[in-house]
């Protein structure tokens, strides 16, 4: 059966990026090449960072067309987390709103992909 090993995310620079990451999520991505990183974010789940001017095939899809979307156990450990990442200048897309699936907030990356963050 298949396993997921990682999402590659274009990106237009590989070190905001990165910076932007490690900023979120208190970890360290490594640089594997000057146009390529990584993250471990799950178990047996990396987020694999790729600068777009080298990827190979060539490709006209720009970064920002992805949203991650990641559940969060309970309400104060949402609530401490969108005040961290506020307090680290992270933008949002979407602060905290009341949805069907319950609580939810949406921080954008450098290149505009989307992080959504919720719990019921």
Known sequence: MFTIDSFV????D???S??????????EPSLLSP??????????????LKQT????????VKGGGTELSM?????????????TWKSKGIEFAQEIEASVF???FVA?????????????
Request: include cysteine; proline fraction near 4%; charge should be negative.
């Open 14 to 16: 590989v070190q905001d």
């Open 35 to 48: 146009t390529f990183a990584a993250l471990d974010f799950a178990d047996n789940v990396k987020i694999t």
């Open 108 to 120: 954008v990356d450098p290149d505009g992909h989307r992080i959504r963050i919720f719990t019921h």
């Open 18 to 27: 990165m910076d932007f990451y490690a900023k979120a999520f208190d970890c």
């Open 102 to 104: 319950g609580f939810n």
């Open 71 to 83: 559940p969060i156990a309970d309400k104060e450990t949402f609530d401490k987390l969108f005040s």
């Open 53 to 60: 001017t080298d990827l190979t095939p060539k490709s006209e």
């Open 9 to 12: 995310l274009y990106v237009s």
